[in-house]
C-alpha cells in the first residue's frame, strides 16, 4: 500500500474506533441491545460493565492506531473485535458496514505487519522452498 | 452531537499529525512536506518554540485537551458548563496563536510549512464550527 494512503486508512479506522468508543460510554445499556440473546446470555458480568469494557477496549484500539503505536496489533485486535461483533448482533441492515471495517482492519494488519512477524508466518513455506530445492532426491 | 463529533474528529486529525512531527523531531529526520518546501525552514527556526516549549507539543495537548472535552460533552460529564467554556477559550487561544504562527510564516520566515498550515485550518474550522453551532 502507498504510504499516504496507509495513514489515510489508519487515521480514518483510529476515528472510527475512537467516536463508537465514547457513544458506547455515552450509553452502554443501548449499545448492548445489538447483543444476540443468546451471546448476551454468555456473559459472566452485566451487560452494562462488558459495554463498558468494550468501549475501552475501542477507544485503545483507536488511540493506538491514532499514534501510529503498534499499527500491526491494534489493527489485529481490531478486526479480531470486529469479527466478535458481527458474530454476536447478528446479521442486521449494518452488517455491510462492519464488513467494511473489518476489511479496513485487515488491510491495515497485513500492510504494517513489522518483519520479525512476517518472517515467523512465512518461515514455514521458506523452509520447505529452501528443503525442496536443495536436496532434490528427498522430494 | 454533530458538532461534537467534528470537533472530536478534527482534534483527532490534529493529535496524529503533531504526533508525527513530534517522532520526525525527536528522530532528526525531515518531515515529509507535499506542498511547498519550507517544513523545514519553518520548523527548525526560532519561532518553533514558546517558553521553551516546541509549537508541536503545545499543539498536542490542545488537540488531546479538546478531544477529551468534546467526548466529555457527548457522554454527559457534568459540570457541563464549564467544558463548553474551556472549549471556545482554547480554541479561541489556539486560532489567534495559529493567526500569529501564519502571519511569521507569511511575514518573517518568508516559507510556508505544510503541517503548520493544516493545524491552523484544523483549529479555524473548529473555531467556525462552534460559531456556526451558536448561532443555530
Redesign the interface.
Given at each position: 500500500m502507498k504510504k499516504a494512503s496507509f495513514h489515510f486508512l489508519r487515521v480514518g479506522l483510529a476515528i472510527t474506533f475512537l467516536w463508537i468508543g465514547v457513544l458506547i460510554f455515552k450509553n452502554p445499556e443501548a449499545w448492548g441491545g445489538y447483543l444476540q440473546p443468546w451471546a448476551a446470555g454468555l456473559l459472566p458480568i452485566p451487560l452494562a460493565q462488558a459495554m463498558i469494557g468494550t468501549a475501552i477496549l475501542d477507544v485503545a484500539i483507536g488511540a493506538f492506531l491514532l499514534i501510529d503505536f503498534l499499527p500491526w496489533l491494534a489493527a489485529l485486535v481490531g478486526a479480531i473485535h470486529i469479527i466478535i461483533v458481527l458474530t454476536v448482533s447478528g446479521i442486521t441492515d449494518i452488517t455491510v458496514r462492519d464488513i467494511g471495517l473489518l476489511v479496513a482492519a485487515l488491510a491495515l494488519t497485513i500492510d504494517s505487519l513489522p518483519q520479525e512477524v512476517l518472517n515467523k508466518i512465512w518461515f514455514v513455506k521458506k523452509q520447505q522452498t529452501q528443503w525442496m530445492g536443495q536436496s532434490p532426491e528427498i522430494k | 452531537m454533530t458538532s461534537f463529533?467534528l470537533l472530536?474528529?478534527l482534534s483527532?486529525?490534529g493529535?496524529?499529525e503533531t504526533?508525527?512531527l513530534i517522532?520526525k523531531r525527536i528522530a532528526s529526520e525531515k518531515p515529509i512536506c507535499p506542498i511547498g518546501g519550507g517544513c523545514v525552514t519553518v520548523l527548525t527556526s526560532k519561532y518553533s518554540k514558546v517558553f521553551l516549549i516546541p509549537n508541536d507539543v503545545l499543539g498536542l495537548l490542545s488537540y488531546i485537551i479538546i478531544?477529551f472535552i468534546a467526548?466529555f460533552l457527548?457522554?454527559?460529564v457534568e459540570p457541563m458548563f464549564v467544558w463548553i467554556s474551556a472549549l471556545k477559550i482554547l480554541v479561541a487561544v489556539a486560532s489567534l496563536m495559529s493567526i500569529f504562527l501564519t502571519y511569521l510564516q507569511w511575514r518573517v520566515i518568508h516559507a510556508w510549512c505544510f503541517w503548520c498550515l493544516m493545524s491552523a485550518f484544523t483549529i479555524w474550522l473548529m473555531g467556525i464550527i462552534i460559531i456556526v453551532n451558536n448561532l443555530i
Open positions: - | 463529533a472530536f474528529t483527532a486529525i493529535v496524529s504526533v508525527y517522532r478531544s467526548a457527548v457522554i454527559g
